[in-house]
């Protein structure tokens, strides 16, 4: 295509039937049935070094909870996974388990064909969530207080941890609901049935959590204050900041960010109601990206194209989401970068990119070939950054590393009484699982500072292994 000839962009709703658009957005991964359970639970080995959940981010005890399907007992093998991640029901349908856990299956090395250890996960949390039935009790009031800013996987996990151990905990967000990237950012078809919004109504029956949502971090409620009002803070701001795209013409009509418009249908009542292009170009080669694509499709758009500045095996999205958007429809187009958005009165009608390739050196440089994809819509799914507003009191900082808030082991900020996690800190994946296990960490480290005797000198690895001990003596009951 030397050229793109204008044309009135396409961009409607209701391109597809009700039927269909029900169908196109159904359960990704269709729940087990019992018998299925007990057949892929006894696939498992069982093995002693258990490398399922040496790759674990939380450290879930995996074998332990299938050993518990498989005896029959799913409800108890629900607890083992929530003891190690409260966020178990949600991370069985979003977590990467086959770059994780089921990768490190050792039936995957021998046969190809891992135990589905994210579909039993699912199988044994949704016998506690779906019925409303929480296994854990909060100790005895300690009489500290903290505040924890960002209602996201990081700030839920830490949240509910403090609860249980017995802080009293007020979560705010910035948004009208909790949730974060699981109520906001997740595919529709990945996390149906409001499961996101029913998960956070479930974790908060610990008690000793007060949600206050519309309330953001430099806006209504200030570092300062909070370092003031509370024993300790926990920042679990996430990403805000969305990447510009550093073409020509990326402001117009049409052109959208990604992480938006997946917010945008995540909250619709209606489907059938959201707006979505004829012709559709993702730009970006993570998540987002095949999330915002594989959707547009699912909306109706009858060419949806990826396109991205690398190789496949470059992308950040894993081989299983790309063989996905593959299967959906998606074009995926590699070696190409984002030049100019090309527009008619002000709506996109296509865009130019330019052709790249990676020298001997290892870097990318364009070639100077243009390419030209006619779309009515172009979404940019290139990364997010995060945004530091109402991050620093007026007479201390936090510091930064890349961008993000440097963290110690324990998930404390050099700000003292401070703690972060999730996408907002310097290290670690920007994955739920992650995230979860920042928040349960900085948990045991805020409840071994608030309960450290006055005058006992103890290190940090004793008191967080003291903290262990009494999450585990409170999962016990």
């Known amino acids: 295509m030397n050229e793109i000839r204008p044309h009135q962009p396409d961009i409607a709703a209701a391109r597809l039937d009700p ?4 169908k196109n957005f159904s359960d990704i991964h269709p729940p087990l049935e019992p018998h299925e359970a007990l057949v892929e639970a006894d696939r498992c080995y069982f093995c002693f070094d258990a490398p399922c959940m040496q790759a674990c981010p939380t450290s879930i005890d995996i074998p332990l909870f299938i050993r518990e399907i498989q005896a029959g007992n799913p409800k108890g093998a629900a607890k083992t996974i929530f003891q190690a991640n409260i966020l178990g029901g949600m991370c069985a349908r979003v977590c990467p388990t086959e770059v994780l856990c089921e990768e490190a299956c050792v039936r995957e090395a021998a046969e190809g064909k891992p135990v589905k250890i994210g579909l039993l996960q699912r199988y ?6 779906e019925p409303g039935i929480h296994p854990f009790t909060r100790a005895a009031p300690t009489g500290k207080s903290v505040a924890v800013v960002g209602a996201g996987p990081a700030g839920l996990a830490c949240a509910h941890r403090l609860a249980m151990l017995g802080h009293e905990v007020t979560l705010y967000d910035a948004r009208d609901k909790a949730g974060g990237l699981n109520e906001y950012g997740i595919a529709a078809y990945k996390a149906t049935e409001r499961f996101a919004a029913r998960e956070v109504d479930w974790i908060l029956k610990i008690g000793g ?17 909070l ?5 300790a803070v926990f920042l679990g701001l996430g990403l805000a900041g969305v990447n510009a795209l550093g073409a020509e013409g990326e402001q ?8 938006a418009w997946i917010a945008e249908l995540r909250q619709t009542m209606e489907l059938g109601a959201l707006p979505v292009g004829r012709r559709v170009v993702v730009i970006g080669g993570g998540m987002t990206a095949v999330d915002a694509a594989v959707q547009a499709k699912a909306l109706g758009a009858e060419e949806v194209t990826i396109a991205y500045r690398r190789g496949r095996e470059a992308m950040n999205a894993s081989a299983y989401e790309q063989d996905l958007a593959l299967s959906r429809g998606v074009a995926i187009r590699t070696h190409l970068q984002p030049k100019r958005v090309l527009a008619h009165s002000g709506q996109v009608t296509g865009i130019e990119l330019e052709r790249t390739a990676t020298g001997a050196d290892g870097r990318l440089a364009g070639t100077g070939e243009i390419v030209l994809i006619e779309a009515d819509q172009v979404f940019k799914a290139i990364g997010q950054s995060f945004l530091a507003d109402g991050v620093s009191g007026e007479g201390e900082g ?7 808030i440097r963290v110690d082991a324990e998930r404390r900020t050099s700000l ?3 703690w972060a996690g999730g996408d907002c800190i310097s290290v670690g994946d920007d994955l739920t699982v992650v995230a979860v296990e920042d928040g349960k960490i900085a948990a045991l480290s805020i409840h071994a500072a608030l309960t450290a005797p006055k005058g006992v000198l103890a290190t940090a690895g004793e008191l967080v292994g003291e903290a262990i001990a009494a999450v585990r003596g409170v999962a016990g009951r």
């Open 19 to 22: 039927d269909l658009l029900a």
């Open 124 to 129: 044994a949390t949704d016998r506690l969530i």
């Open 209 to 225: 959590i007060a949600l206050e949502t519309g309330k953001a971090l430099g806006r209504d409620i200030h570092l300062d204050d």
């Open 227 to 231: 370092r003031a009002d509370y024993d």
């Open 252 to 259: 117009h009509g049409g052109s959208r960010d990604a992480v």
């Open 398 to 404: 936090i510091d930064f590393e890349r961008g993000r």
């Open 416 to 418: 003292r009484g401070v």
